[in-house]
């Protein structure tokens, strides 16, 4: 069986930058065993799957090397600028995801716009070796998703954000029932709303360069915070990665770019 694939780097308009993401645009479905095996080898912290339903409708699965996830921002992206290659007459798609949510996308120019569904967070309480082991001296708000299955952890300072050490090797040994962390901060730069980190070593990988999903939570939590409901949200990992959000009647809007790194053909047999 031979399957067209791609890696792409998402939110961003550089290589080398942004989130990468494997793309494989299926022909004919695939187990999860063998879709699991294929995130492993491509060992990024997704792969999606692609498999065309209708013109302009396609379904859409997303892996870790560990485990299937229910929603993946970045993944998502570079699956559309991949099939926005492919079929250059497409200008809007939807995907199915496995869990049952609708994702309208949209091509604007060189740019690429992404609906995605709103989730709530309540108050959570956290757990003292985590906040040890990532770094952090004082928490100014604890929440959790439980669609994500993530705690989010605002703090002060978008300085302090971006220097934060996690100790990993602490970190993959506590036992914990979450994914992963987001820990998120309002920014000191006048032209960005907040910033975010996510750590998930429990589900895939110590840190994501940049994700796009967890807006579908985060953006809610600062639009609320902030009374704006159109915000630039920058992710203050080593790769970094930016995107505009915009909070709509009940979903998010997502909007940024995404650079195809190479494409070719993986032959299973």
């Known amino acids: 069986m031979s399957i067209k694939t791609y890696i792409i780097d998402a939110f961003t308009t550089e290589i080398f930058k942004g989130n990468q993401a494997a793309v494989c645009l299926l022909e004919n479905a695939l187990d999860e065993k063998t879709m699991l ?3 492993k080898e491509f060992g990024f912290s ?3 799957f692609i498999l065309k339903k209708d ?3 396609f379904s859409i699965r997303y892996f870790s090397p560990v485990q299937e996830i229910p929603l993946c921002g970045h993944a998502t992206i570079a699956s559309s600028k991949a099939l926005f290659t492919e079929y250059v007459n497409l200008s809007k798609i939807t995907f199915h995801t496995h869990f049952g949510d609708t994702l309208e996308i949209n091509q604007k120019g060189d740019r690429i716009e992404m609906k995605f569904p709103l989730h709530d967070t309540e108050p959570s309480q956290y757990n003292e070796e985590i906040k040890d082991a990532l770094g952090i001296n004082e928490i100014l708000n604890s929440r959790y998703n439980s669609f994500h299955n993530m ?3 605002e703090i002060e300072g978008s300085e302090k954000l971006r220097n934060l050490k996690p100790d990993f090797s602490i970190l993959r040994n506590i036992k914990t029932s979450i994914s992963g962390v987001l820990v998120t ?5 006048e032209n960005i709303d907040y910033e975010y980190r996510y750590f998930f070593p429990w589900s895939g990988a110590d840190e994501d360069p940049v994700t796009g999903g967890v807006q579908s939570f985060l953006a809610k939590y600062w639009s609320k915070k902030l009374k704006k409901r159109k915000m630039k949200a920058f992710q203050s990992s080593e790769r970094t990665g930016k995107m505009e959000v915009e909070i709509l009647d009940d979903s998010v809007a997502i909007e940024s770019n995404a650079v195809i790194f190479t494409s070719g053909i993986m032959n299973l047999k």
Do not use: C, H, Q, R
């Not at 901060?185 to 730069?189: F, L």
């Open 37 to 39: 095996s294929i995130a």
């Open 46 to 48: 997704e792969t999606a």
């Open 55 to 57: 013109i302009d409708t």
């Open 151 to 153: 705690l989010l952890l």
């Open 185 to 189: 901060a309002k920014s000191e730069n």
